[in-house]
């Protein structure tokens, strides 16, 4: 009698059908990228390119400012990361370590928060950017969404799981909320923090209808919109359009993977809880 925590053939097969379910919108994407122009329009397609070509690629920086854009999406990101950490790291410590009076009250207005959609915010943040003078700037790009409320309860989770004696120890000493913070909560929050910032970027990474709104200038939009502007109104040049997707994907997979032990352990340590 087999193990009964070994699992059966059908979770294996299970598994490999959904990943490839998965998968497979990526590698057409890929084989797009990799035809010229004229294998694209052929009917039926075809699964592989044949012969290969960069020819997209090429076309990519020929219509578009790539670097630029990537540039702006990098630059955004990173101020979106940096500000959403400190506000949810704060936030998180106020509700779950010091306990601030209505911490209940507050905890449940974040869940209510969660479940609004975030584009009906998009004219009171327009309104709020246009009187400080930042439209068409890199900083409106980020600004308005440092605020997030699912960064802020998700390291609340984790800040909650810190033993509340180590705290007081440390307060017994004579630490301030600060230093207790620094040199004790996020070291061991390490986890959480890597995955909000990992989804920080990648929702920044994939933001289009805020930079339309809020900046107009080709050169101060990220990649999500600019890459929209290969797509013509009559014709698309698929290879075109697939191969900048291709270049856009790229960064966040090698993020991921540099990233994904920490990002699944944080994801397990919250759902045990």
């Known amino acids: 009698m087999p193990p009964l925590n070994r699992p059966r053939w059908w979770t294996y097969l299970l598994i490999a059908v959904v990943g490839l379910l998965i998968l497979a919108p990526f590698a ?4 797009t990228a990799l035809r010229s122009t004229g294998q694209t329009l052929q009917i039926p397609p075809n699964l592989l390119p044949s012969p290969a070509t960069l020819q997209g690629t090429r076309e990519v ?6 670097s630029t854009l990537l540039l702006n999406t990098v630059l955004a990101s990173a101020g979106r990361v940096v500000g ?13 370590v010091i306990k601030v009076p209505g911490a209940r009250i507050i905890l449940v207005t974040i869940l209510t928060l969660i479940m609004v959609p975030g584009d009906i915010f998009i004219i009171p943040n327009y309104a709020i950017i246009s009187s400080l003078h930042l439209t068409n700037t890199l900083v ?4 308005p969404n440092i605020f997030d409320v699912f960064a802020v309860f998700l390291m609340y989770q984790f ?8 705290i007081e120890a440390a307060r017994i000493d004579g630490l301030s909320h600060l230093r207790i913070l ?3 909560v996020l070291p061991i929050a390490r986890s959480g923090i890597v995955t909000v910032a990992l989804l920080t970027v990648l929702s920044e990474w994939k933001d289009l209808l805020w930079p339309l709104v809020i900046n107009r200038s080709v050169d101060k939009l ?15 040049d698929y290879n075109v359009l697939m191969s900048a997707g ?3 994907v790229l960064p966040m997979v090698i993020i991921f993977l540099l990233l994904q032990k920490q990002f699944i352990a944080s994801v397990a340590r919250t759902g045990l809880k």
């Open 28 to 31: 057409w994407m890929i084989s």
């Open 61 to 66: 920086f020929e219509r578009l400012p790539f």
């Open 84 to 96: 959403t950490l400190v506000v949810a790291m704060l936030a998180a410590y106020a509700l779950a």
């Open 140 to 143: 409106a790009l980020f600004l």
């Open 159 to 166: 800040f909650r799981a810190i033993p509340r004696e180590l």
């Open 182 to 184: 620094v040199m004790i």
């Open 222 to 236: 990220p990649l999500g919109p600019g890459l929209a502007l290969l797509q013509g109104t009559y014709t698309t």
């Open 246 to 248: 291709v270049l856009a």
